[in-house]
């Protein structure tokens, strides 16, 4: 559904212009703010004990009325209705026999390749795509929903905002080039723990809380018939994931959730205990099939209605340009602005979408620049690959960080001008300058034709043949999807544990079409 596209480079957020998402966390950390202040005394649904609560309950309803408007048009809820009927019947199943079953409970996918999943209070219960595919059976499922189930059951405080460190100067960029949004709690894209840029999803729960939650989750898994060992599992495998030196993919569960390896055996004794109540414990369900089967399909990685990165190009289907970032720098796709940066640097290559459209390339980067506090040393009209572009030098001193200078192209491709430039100190701008150069000029127009083979990579299940290693089957499948460590953890093995002929798992095909 290609639709004019001014205000963000993710396609779907074009349903929200002005990006309401901004303010309504302005609004959200105010409310809760404010809920902090009108703390009262109530009965607490989990322990059934008298305590200082931080929110009555309409106040917790409208927070999480708030926040899920603004995490469905930011992120984007995943387009598989069977999908998202099978996990609410999952969830409203276990909410059902949770401690507060009469909330209006809510159970989305979002469209995100991060693994997390997260609760907002109210009853609103959020699992990222890319969760869904490190989680290896119904079992599991249950257990995060669960485990999130019982953050909202147990009325946990929200302990603190973090925000992505040590990327000061691209706060000050995000700042200085999305507007609408300041105050703002991480620049989408920038730092380590920002890569979706929403400060919901760094809402971080205390360890006692963390314990208090797998205990909750286990509890209601067995109560509505689910083995109670998937809470376990689950922790397992996100704990590998933690493990891996490839943290590509965060923020994810980690940055909300401490010490998964601790917990996993915190929790043991619970689920023993509760195994040891059961009635029938081998009438719980696992159904690793029936959960294969249903997230089988789903993307994995980049979404192409949001631009995807393949090697060291980024691509854009839906808005047809395709552009390559310094070798070795890190991309993050952000809702607003596509960032780059040079690993361990404050130096940063930033595209998003202009602004201001109505005036010719040259005054659009004036107004532009202006606005964001640049003063222009020189500017050229010129071309890129045959797109009219204007493209300038600037200055600015920034407090903290001195005289910062910024190479910018404005270029005009379709009905859209894009703004692409490099942004660093000066000292640090003579070191990329030649890279940020040929960057640049990288930028293209994707034709139909190329647009139309750029296929997201996918889930697909597979049967382990004899002499499969994890290996062999990563590089038969696409090694470039997902390295072999990576298949081993998505499929709860560890690292060093080979499947076995006729297991069933999962890998992940690449979208790619084969070279003829
Ligand atoms: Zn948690």
Redesign the pocket.
Known sequence: MPRPQRIALHHRAATCPGCPGRSHRARLLAALLLATVAAGCATNPVTGSRELVFMSESQEAELGREADAQIRSEMGVYEDAALQEYVAAVGNRLAAVSHRPDLPWQFTVIDSPVVN???VPGGYIYLTRGLLAYLNDEAELAGVIG??I??VTAR?SVQAYSRAAGAQMGLLLGQIFVPGMRPRYGAPGLGDAAGQGLGLLFLK?GRD??RQ??RLGAEYAIASGWDPHGVGDMLRTLGRIADTTDRRGTPN?LA??PEPADRVAGVAGSVETLLAEAADPSALRVNRAGYLGRIEGIVHGDNPEQGVVRGGEFLHPALRFALEFPPGWEVHNGAEMVVAREPGQDRYMLLQLAQETGYDLQRTAEREMTAAGFVEVQGTPSEVNGLSAYIGTYTQDVRGVGPMIARVAFIRSGSSVYLFGAFADSDGYRLIERDVQASIHSFRQLSRDEADRIRPNRVAVYRVGDGDTWQSIAQRVGAETVPAATLAIMNGFPANEQPLPGDVIKVVQPGREPAP
């Open positions: 999943a997260f609760a485990h999130e019982g953050h946990h729960f809380d963390e939650a797998d569960w909300t959730h």
